[in-house]
């Protein structure tokens, strides 16, 4: 609370009041007028979530990770869930993705040092990284960088892609199996008779002390015979799912030839990520690495608040736009009973 003299009453009133920034009035107990923090400040500042104030929140900031989570109070974070640069020569539009091993893996240990500040005893750090074929081990040493500063509560196996023969899906109940062999799934090629095809990602949860409790069954999937209901003693028809996740991008666009950004990941991630550490409606969601949005789109989706840091305008801009749509769509779902 500020104290100002009739003189300055008038250009206060001007500037300030103006903007609906800040509101006049006089203490009943002084004839000098009262300036106070008013109705687009107030609310904001008294309404906070874990100790961020609400108007912080759901928001993308053109800043450097490292810089934003300097800015932040201590243990504000429940989840970070988050796909970094992997250091495999992408064609980013700002950021340079060719560092030296080395100084890639004490740059991933930098976040990580920053990002147990800002966590929540309590909280999830999901990395999903995977390395070129021709470094293989880059991945294990993020890994072994930030047990540094984490444990290693799990690790999970993204399968981009599978093929499934007919035979593997024999069994005594449904001899017959599929039709004939599938494949699901989408991947890029990779053209040379040294390397396999890259199907899968890791997904390291990292935890401050590895005994964070999960909420496995909010992404459980269904018995294949109620017997195991029986045969476990539970009385859900779930299980947990495990950590082999299968999640496909939407197209083919996504695995081979990204049009806006070169490496996203199906919004289906960061949304199991979320709902399996458990999302309530205090949940603070923060992807240091954001894009062109993926992670808020999910956290929109499960109704959970989420903070984003992005280097690249253009990235911004296309994560403004597709959260602007989902917000509409939802408005729209739930107008309509949905």
Not at 29 to 58: E, F, R, W
Not at 205 to 215: E, I, M, R, S, Y
Request: proline share 6%; charged share 25%.
């Amino acid at each position: 609370m500020y104290f100002f003299t009739e003189k300055t009453e008038s250009y206060v009133r001007e500037k300030l009041v103006q903007e609906s920034l800040f509101q006049i009035g006089y203490n009943k107990t002084m004839s000098t007028p009262v300036i106070t923090l008013g109705p687009k400040v107030m609310p904001a500042m008294a309404k906070k979530s874990g100790g961020l104030a609400k108007n912080k929140l759901n928001r993308i900031y053109e800043k450097d990770c490292i810089a934003f989570m300097d800015e932040l109070s201590e243990k504000v974070l429940d989840v970070v869930v988050t796909s970094p640069p992997y250091n495999i020569h992408k064609n980013y539009s700002k950021y340079k993705d060719n560092k030296e091993s080395g100084e890639y893996v004490e740059w991933m240990g930098m976040v990580a040092e920053k990002s147990k500040r800002v966590l929540k005893d309590n909280g999830s750090f999901f990395l999903n990284i995977v390395g070129a074929p021709s470094e293989p081990w880059v991945p294990f040493d993020v890994a072994k960088e930030f047990s540094k500063h984490f444990t290693l509560q799990n690790t999970i196996h993204w399968v981009k892609a599978i093929a499934l023969p007919k035979d593997s899906t024999e069994t005594k109940s449904n001899t017959n199996g599929l039709n004939g062999d599938i494949s699901l799934g989408h991947f890029k090629p990779i053209n040379t008779p040294k390397y396999l095809n890259q199907c899968h990602e890791y997904i390291f949860h990292f935890t401050k002390n590895g005994t964070v409790a999960l909420d496995k069954l909010a992404i459980g999937v269904p018995y294949q015979h109620e017997s195991n209901m029986t045969r476990w003693k539970t009385k859900s028809n779930k299980r947990d799912r495990g950590n082999i996740w299968f999640i496909r991008y939407e197209n083919k666009q996504g695995a081979f030839a990204p049009i806006v950004h070169p490496a996203t990941f199906p919004e289906k991630l960061p949304y199991l990520c979320v709902k399996l550490h458990g999302a309530g409606p205090e949940t603070v969601v923060y992807d240091p690495f954001m894009g062109i949005g993926t992670t808020a789109l999910a956290c929109l989706r499960l109704g959970v608040s989420f903070l984003g840091t992005e280097i690249d305008p253009r990235y911004i801009k296309e994560a403004e736009k597709a959260i602007l749509k989902r917000k509409t769509d939802l408005e729209t779902s739930k107008s309509n009973g949905h």
